[in-house]
């Protein structure tokens, strides 16, 4: 029953951990993807082009961190 505890610890702290991570990713993407397109308003859909790859990335990691942590806490 012990094991059962840490490995609910575990994945919690390891789930919050990577959304954090992907939620600071993402919003500093979307902060020099802001200030770009502010100093260059021309190059709107060249700069969304080039984000958009990154930001699904990111979002990968973090749905990605909430199946594993599912995958521990199911077993």
């Known amino acids: 029953m012990e094991g ?3 490995a609910y610890m575990g994945a919690g702290i390891g789930l919050g ?3 954090i991570g ?6 500093r993407l979307a902060a020099g993807a802001a200030e770009a397109i502010g100093r260059q308003p021309s190059a709107t859909a060249q ?3 080039a984000v958009n790859l990154p930001l699904f990335l990111l979002e ?10 599912l995958m521990i806490v199911l077993k």
Do not use: K
Request: without cysteine; aromatic residues 8%.
């Open 60 to 69: 990968g990691v973090a749905i990605l961190a909430e199946v594993f942590a």
């Open 4 to 6: 059962l505890a840490f």
């Open 47 to 49: 700069i969304t082009g």
């Open 22 to 27: 992907a939620g600071l990713g993402i919003g």
């Open 17 to 19: 951990l990577a959304v």
